[in-house]
């Protein structure tokens, strides 16, 4: 019971500080409320902050429109409130003072059977004040090339043993991961995973929301890749900024 009360504590704790957060944009009326939050590292970088607010605006604004089309053509709908978004933009990690790696979580309810939620990833080169991708780290990036079809094999491999780690083996299936795919489009969300040595990057993280590797009650799936496993494949920049090892704890703080 007391277990039961601290987990309930925290969560009331954990629901009371979102709700004193201030959002840095939102819309609300009677079709939807839908916020975007920053969090305080990316709001101290001028350019950062501005790319992720512009692009949160779009995704507001987008889905403002499509929830005012619902209740237009079933109000029905709507009669016990509008829908509930939320984005959240949060650094994961900063490599070699100069790559940034942003996690964009979603959460949306558009009172379904269940509310949705997604992932995806920002890297952001503070000295090109930028977007980019893991291309200029590795030799080569082609579709089904070496590269990519060795990042797919370390990524289903590291899947299976979250997996096994779950127990949900079952849903570690060539099916499941059939989206998985040997193209930095199609492999899935990449972050710079921190390291024990300071400056440097671990490895690749790859982020999966619900529906993407495995059924929705399992959740998101975070697939590690380590540095030692890419290294026939760095540039000179990749091997410059990759080394060390993944710190203990970094699989939770991932998700």
């Known amino acids: 019971m007391a277990v039961l009360s601290a987990v309930a504590t925290l969560a009331i704790a954990s629901a009371t500080l979102a709700a004193d957060a201030k959002p840095?944009?939102?819309i609300k009326n009677k079709s939807i409320e839908a916020r975007i939050f920053l969090d305080d590292r990316i709001k101290a970088d001028a350019a950062l902050a501005a790319d992720c607010l512009a692009e949160g605006r779009k995704w507001l604004d987008k889905n403002a429109t499509d929830a005012a089309a619902a209740r237009k053509e079933d109000p029905q709908f709507f009669k016990d409130g509008g829908w509930d978004f939320e984005r959240k933009y949060a650094i994961r990690s900063v490599v070699a003072d100069?790559?940034?790696?942003?996690?964009?979580?979603?959460?949306m309810d558009t009172h379904g059977a269940h509310p949705n939620s997604d992932v995806n990833t920002i890297l952001w080169d503070k000295a090109e004040n930028k977007r980019i991708s893991i291309r200029p780290f590795l030799t080569e990036t082609a579709d089904n090339g070496p590269t990519m079809k060795a990042m797919v094999k370390a990524v289903i491999a590291s899947l299976k043993t979250e997996k096994k780690e779950r127990g949900t083996s079952e849903t570690a299936t060539s099916e499941w991961?059939?989206?998985v795919e040997p193209s930095l489009l199609k492999i899935g969300a990449v972050t710079f995973a921190p390291s024990t040595d300071a400056g440097k990057s671990s490895g690749l993280t790859f982020h999966y929301p619900p529906y993407a590797v495995g059924p929705y009650a399992e959740g998101e799936y975070v697939a590690f890749v380590p540095?030692?496993?890419?290294?026939?494949?760095?540039?000179?920049?990749?091997?410059?900024?990759?080394?060390?090892?993944?710190?203990?704890?970094?699989?939770?703080?991932?998700?």
């Open 227 to 255: 540095w030692e496993s890419l290294k026939p494949y760095l540039s000179a920049e990749g091997a410059r900024i990759f080394g060390g090892v993944r710190p203990k704890g970094d699989a939770d703080e991932a998700r």
């Open 98 to 107: 100069r790559y940034v790696s942003v996690l964009r979580n979603d959460y």
């Open 24 to 26: 840095d944009a939102i």
């Open 177 to 179: 991961f059939k989206g």
